[in-house]
């Protein structure tokens, strides 16, 4: 097998392509195939070991798969050889193939592509356990998603807008706002051209928005708790600027607002019923076509640095999708 393996700490030039030896299936375990591998912001983060976890080295990053199944180990129920599934397996991805627990796979419907596959577990994962276990929404309400074209932040404006939430859609150029738009956002913030404060205030009548997602932290957040509305909640969802703001406890007071943490991945290993009951519906959108990752840019596996580096210097909008052959 190939992949894209991570040896020492470092970025994206210091992943190496490398042949490996296929490893053996565990009680529980398949083997799959990759055709497609989706690279996410935290992919750069877990080879620089500055991730929540750390895998041993080597290691190849890559938290979601699509591909086929090769083989199946002792005590798999319910997948076969040749069955098209979608991996969620925290790393290992950029690789030709991938063992994975048989808890950790999805069925692909019938008309989803293996790319769209693996664009999907953990951006849409993400969102919507933040807008429907982490948010109290009411249809109605005013979303503002920070960095809203990037691969979590447009699935939070799709989402919400399907989920019945007016949508405003905070990015860096006009380019992306008509992304947003296509996608569900109806108010939109240049923060490239005016502040967010000022802009969402306007927007909202002076009320302030009543849900704000923000994966940006740093100064997003910052202008964020100064623009939410009274009773409003503050969505942690992540920090690409790179700095981890701090809350001045004093604007919490003065609107009553919550801020909240959505660390999904974790709430997905102690909730993995309910992680499984959101992916039902999630499918099921996406089936119905009422959902539709969008990729923006594509690279081969051996190429798996230029797409990360594409990610961290925001060229791509939506997802980057690696392929393989």
């Not at 700490?9 to 042949?19: C, F, I, R, W, Y």
């Not at 086929?68 to 129920?77: A, F, L, M, P, T």
């Not at 048989?102 to 769209?116: H, I």
């Amino acid at each position: 097998m190939r992949a894209m393996m991570s040896e020492t700490p470092g970025g994206p030039e210091s992943l190496k392509l490398m042949e490996l030896p296929s490893k053996p299936l565990g009680n529980g375990q398949v083997r799959v195939a990759v055709k497609a591998a989706g690279v996410n912001f935290p992919d750069t983060l877990i080879i620089a070991d500055k991730y929540q976890f750390k895998p041993p080295r080597p290691f190849a990053p890559g938290h979601e798969i699509a591909g086929d199944i090769v083989e199946v180990g002792e005590g798999v129920s319910g997948y076969k050889n040749g069955d098209r599934v979608i991996g969620m397996i925290g790393h290992g991805g950029y690789a030709s193939e991938a063992v994975v627990d048989q808890g950790a796979l999805l069925p692909m419907p019938p008309n989803m592509s293996y790319e769209d596959g693996s664009a999907f577990t953990m951006t849409y994962g993400t969102s919507y356990y933040a807008l429907k276990q982490r948010s109290d929404y009411k249809p109605g309400e005013t979303l503002l998603v920070t960095g809203a074209s990037g691969g979590v932040g447009l699935t939070a404006v799709e989402l919400g807008a399907l989920m019945g939430l007016k949508v405003i859609a905070a990015v860096g150029s006009d380019e992306k706002m008509e992304i947003c738009r296509k996608y569900g956002a109806t108010m939109f913030v240049n923060y490239a051209k005016e502040k967010m404060r000022d802009k969402v205030k306007e927007l909202t009548g002076g009320n302030g928005a009543d849900i704000i997602y923000d994966a940006v932290g740093g100064d997003a957040f910052d202008e964020s708790i100064r623009c939410i509305a009274w009773y409003g909640r503050l969505l942690v969802v992540g920090f690409a600027a790179g700095r981890i703001p701090s809350l001045p406890a004093n604007l919490a007071l003065l609107k009553s607002c919550d801020v909240r943490g959505v660390f999904y991945g974790a709430w997905r290993a102690r909730e993995p019923n309910e992680a499984r009951k959101n992916f039902d519906e999630l499918l099921k959108w996406y089936s119905e076509g009422k959902l539709k990752p969008h990729i923006s840019m594509r690279f081969p596996l051996e190429k798996g640095a230029e797409a990360m580096n594409a990610l961290l210097s925001r060229k791509a909008t939506g997802k980057v999708v690696l392929t393989v052959a």
